[in-house]
């Protein structure tokens, strides 16, 4: 069935198209076989992942020359992005913000819905429709869950319609988060991410990141997961079940010491105090949570140390010295992911991979 | 007389020039017979309106290629501009940046000024003056009337002048606005405006929009007005007069129903409760000055829906749909003129219209 | 000593690095005898000075075409720079933003921290240290004296490096207005700084401008300084003495009138009354300390007239018109020499010189 004929049978409108499942909803947002609004961390299956890491791979080695620096940022300098970022994350932004630059985007920016049209009474999807107006890409954060779905909803079904990527939507999704902890992994650990070893550490049960990044490992073989936290804060049962349902191997404890030795990985996590409704954080004992300079001497030296950034005590400051400690660079990973995604909506990354 | 003696003799003071009538500034706001600052929608004659929606239509047909859009790029790569929002207007300041950013320019921008130097006490005049040192194009919105004019004088006597686009001042003038709508008009009407009906439906008498566009109809031969509106919400007298003396031939109705079916354009507008002096809007029922999905089948076939934006409830959502309803093309064709505005000012248009 | 050596040896930690002196520090900050972090006045010596601005120079001319701007801008066009700017500056923001633009990078911004990870309890070297990632240069404005100066301390020892611009660091430093003010003085004086009497104006005490200006003298031969200010704003003793020190003669006088006719340059400050602790502004007659329309009569032919803006009373505005008044060119040249310090940072100022 084409995609034109499932819009008018399947979605006649879009509450009813909204309580799909994820995965009935996937091919909506595809256009010729490909990504064209990335909603959903299900949307990346292990093609989309390896191509996507291949391309991001390739990018990063472009753009050590100005020579090929100037090639990527000459692939859509005729593109226009709009970064409609009305919850706070400067993070996020900026490393969208400069994916675009690398590509030769021109970019324009919301940082802030209340000082305009909403005054005047627009409804948001007329705002977001608005603003598409004059784009050819937009990247949105909503604080509303569904919000970045309905846009790309209506953009889709839009005379002129605009890609949408999500960079976080409420609780719910933040599949850009997940790409550049997965692509980490695989181009940090010797081999790849297969039969490898990952201890998830923190506060597992309200950290998006665990849980989506828990999620993309049905993606690779031989992966055992080892999850570490307080017994209050243990990863939630609906990623557990799916983990058995793919028949991923995993492990819970609330002991780091032991696990940390046999680690390829270790994921650091805060605690996600901003979630709790009556201060249930303070009652835990975060510090045994925490990695420390001196727990550099029990890990393998293979093993990597990650965190999705930002930070408070989890790892010690003298740890970022340590060649193992490759958060900075998961960070700067996000970027060249993120940017690999966008060609690969914009169907350039044929033109870098061929790119001597 | 050579615009420079004329500066000296005509205007000793900013004070003394502002009095004068709009007709007899205009000439100060030229250079070498083309526009160099866009202040007033009086600048705009029919021969400069055929010529901006020319070279805005080659531009839009030049960007639908790679190759067109990077040469529309690189028309004014050299170039700065500077857009200085003080008042909330998210709408229009994302176009006019993607009307740069279309021509090549780098933009900076300035979206409130209470941040800086102001609180060191330097008047608004010396900030803007200190601005455009670093720029060679000012976009400027202000909520201040006179003050976007006020720049323009100034910046236009400095030794080193630089050219000022009014984006909204005050209640005064929007000129890029009223460009828009001609420009959707003459584009989206098969043979042009002359000898076409126009409807304008709500609140005419507050509306900035429909007041310039009324006025600009001068332009064009066989135009014929129909102005609904509720009776409290009347245009007016001062536009009456204008039509009236230009013989532009009006009438006017609080009844929509019948007047819907002889329109070849029907421009809807929103209430502007904003500028209540005593919650009036709410003794007025504005449902009988809507469009709802029935009404597209009274109708023509080649009828053209337009609004301004933001909407509330003047036009309903399911209308979108109908291809009559060319209000988001409006809001794009709004980007492409102001695009080529700019080409004019910077003596780019030949350029533009040669490329084959 | 290799830096890399003086690094381990000298910091081991942040706090015995900052309590050295300066001069003790600047080695750290240079990379392959150029300035790599830009932090200091003390950083410019006579050598460099001559060739910031001849570099400025240049790039001033070769933008005045097409194709010396477009030139210009394939340099670094390959770059991107952050723009940290947490304390209010509209004014040092844009003359920054505009001079990454002249050389081609693309600019992404942060204006506010408490909008992001600052909530989430990451630390101000975390978040520096995030957004550097996914940039080539950092240009920091921070309230907190030493904030800027860390951060280019981490980001010096960091895995992936990015050179830091000071663009004002509390009260302590703002090296590039220095560099501006004696690149004016340099470029308006026929013959340069050299043997000219230079008459600074105002509050001389709280005035950073003033004192990095008097403190870059010491590159000039034969330069008199004369000190024009209110007793109770007089210049402050460490740079009395750091004059005597270095044999540059200076005169003290709360008389502006006979002093003016002997001046080559005249430096205007208004007064610094944001930094008064019991309104001891409001007591000084600041009257005397201000330039009228009719004291252009009084001063010599050549003398040129400079201030830092934004300025109140103490420039009478009709004095703006007057070729000696340069202030505005100023504000310019601001722009010019910082692109032209970033043009040395990022080694491409031979290309610029030998450009045709």
Same mark, same amino acid.
């Given at each position: 069935?084409?995609r034109?004929?499932m819009?008018?049978e399947v979605?006649p409108n ?18 010729e ?6 909603l959903f961390s299900?949307?990346?299956?292990r093609?989309?992942?390896d ?10 080695r472009?753009a ?12 859509l300098s005729?593109k226009?992005a ?13 490393s969208?913000q ?11 920016e ?14 948001p ?6 603003f598409?107006s004059y784009? /050819?890409?937009i990247i949105m954060?909503h604080?509303v869950? !569904?919000f970045? %779905?309905?846009?790309?909803? *209506? #953009?889709?079904r839009a005379?002129?319609p605009?890609p949408?990527?999500?960079g976080?939507?409420?609780?719910d999704q933040h599949?850009t988060?997940a790409?550049? /902890? ?8 010797? !081999?790849g991410v %297969?039969?490898?070893t990952? *201890? #998830? ?13 828990s ?5 690779y073989k ?7 936290s ?5 990863m ?5 079940d799916?983990?058995?349902?793919h028949?991923i191997?995993?492990?819970?404890t ?6 940390m030795?046999e680690?390829?990985?270790?994921y ?10 009556a ?5 835990v004992d975060?510090?045994r949570f925490c ?14 140390i990650m965190?999705p ?5 989890e ?11 490759v958060?900075?660079r998961?960070?700067?990973?996000g970027m ?8 690969h909506?914009f ?9 001597s």
């Open positions: 069935m084409k034109t004929e819009m008018t979605s879009w509450d009813q198209f909204y309580r799909q499942d994820i995965n009935a909803k996937i091919p909506f947002f595809c256009r076989d490909r990504i064209y609004d990335c299900q949307q990346f299956d093609h989309l992942l191509r996507l890491f291949g391309v991001a791979d390739k990018m990063r472009l050590q020359t100005k020579a090929g620096a100037d090639f990527l940022a000459s692939l005729h226009r709009m970064l409609y970022f009305v919850q706070p994350s400067t993070r996020t932004f900026l969208f400069n994916a675009c630059h690398i590509l030769g985007f021109k970019t324009s919301i940082r802030d819905t209340s000082i305009s049209s909403e005054i005047k009474g627009e409804t999807e007329d705002s977001v429709r608005t598409s784009v /050819d890409l954060r604080p869950p !569904g970045v %779905e309905k846009t790309a909803w *209506v #953009m889709n005379k002129r605009v949408v990527i999500n976080g939507s409420g609780k599949p988060q790409l550049l /902890d997965v692509y980490t992994l695989n181009s940090c650990l010797k !081999g %297969e039969g490898k990952i *201890v #998830m550490v923190g506060d597992l049960k309200r950290g998006r990141t665990v849980r989506s990044l999620y993309l490992m049905k993606n031989g992966v055992r997961l080892v999850f570490v307080p017994p209050q804060l243990r939630e049962k609906d990623i557990l799916f983990l058995s349902r028949l191997p995993y492990r819970e609330d002991d780091l010491g032991p696990v030795r680690a390829d990985a270790i650091m996590t805060r605690i996600q105090d901003e979630h709790d409704t201060g249930e954080s303070k009652k975060y510090s990695f420390r300079q001196k727990d550099l001497k029990a890990i393998k030296d293979t093993c990597i965190h950034l930002p930070r408070r005590d790892i010690e400051l003298s740890v970022d010295e340590d060649d193992r400690a958060y900075w998961q960070e700067r990973n060249w992911v993120r940017a690999a995604l966008i060609a909506i169907s350039v990354e044929d033109q870098i991979l061929k790119r």
